[in-house]
């Protein structure tokens, strides 16, 4: 079993801050990749930053120079951090983690179950 849990999200005014954390935990030997995606009533989930293994790292067009993707690898860990925040950033944000599982070392890809972030004055 892997469990793939985000926290962080809230609500916050336009152009304030966020820190989104997800931890892939249970049978985890260790992690590739780690991502986050958001996803808005009735539309596609769409990717916002992906970390992956060697440290490279790529944005949205729409959040770059904004939010700034994190790991923790020791910890099996991703942070998100939001800043400049905007009323279009208002959506469930989802941490997906590429695992490496315990004890047949496969690849196996994971959601969390999402945190909801609302930007509003």
């Known amino acids: 079993q892997v469990q793939v849990v985000e926290s962080g999200g809230g609500l916050v005014q336009p152009g304030g801050s966020l820190r989104l954390s997800c931890t892939a935990s249970?049978?985890?030997?260790?992690?590739?990749?780690m991502g986050w995606y958001r996803q808005g009533p009735g539309k596609q989930r769409d990717v916002v930053a992906v970390?992956?293994?060697?440290?490279?790292?790529a944005y949205a067009d729409s959040v770059k120079d904004r939010f700034t993707i994190s790991r923790d690898n020791a910890n099996n860990t991703v942070y998100l951090q939001m800043n400049s925040l905007k009323l279009e950033d208002t959506d469930v944000y989802y941490c997906?983690?590429?695992?490496?599982?315990?004890?047949?070392?496969?690849?196996?890809?994971?959601w969390g179950q999402g945190t909801l972030v609302t930007v509003s004055s």
């Open positions: 997906y983690a590429l695992v490496i599982t315990r004890p047949d070392n496969r690849n196996l890809g994971v």
């Open positions: 970390s992956a293994s060697g440290g490279r790292t």
């Open positions: 249970g049978n985890v030997v260790g992690v590739n990749s």
